[in-house]
């Protein structure tokens, strides 16, 4: 697919959201029901492995879980390419 300048010019305007993933668990709905504040899940990854970080559903690179001013912030590791950023955008139509 060739991506014009002015492709590109309206998707990097465009809003993303964005995931990170500290890890996951697999629990039955009853231990889920039971769950009360203080209740600890304990999560796939090593403490120290980071997040990755999501656009939609496709990984693009992963980072480090910091706190910045009081809030909890992903400093990026690794991530994917440009080139291959903007053609998945352009795949998914997300213009």
Do not use: P
């Amino acid at each position: 697919m060739e991506i014009t300048e002015r492709d590109y010019d309206l998707l990097v305007d465009t809003q993303i959201v964005v995931d990170v993933m500290l890890g996951s668990a697999d629990i039955t709905v009853k231990e889920f029901l039971d769950l009360t504040q203080g209740d600890i899940i304990s999560l796939n990854k090593a403490a120290g492995t980071g997040g990755d970080i999501y656009v939609n559903k496709r990984i693009i690179g992963t980072g480090d879980i910091i706190v910045m001013d009081e809030k909890l912030a992903v400093r990026v590791q690794e991530a994917m390419d440009s080139d291959n950023v903007v053609r998945y955008f352009f795949e998914e139509s997300m213009l």
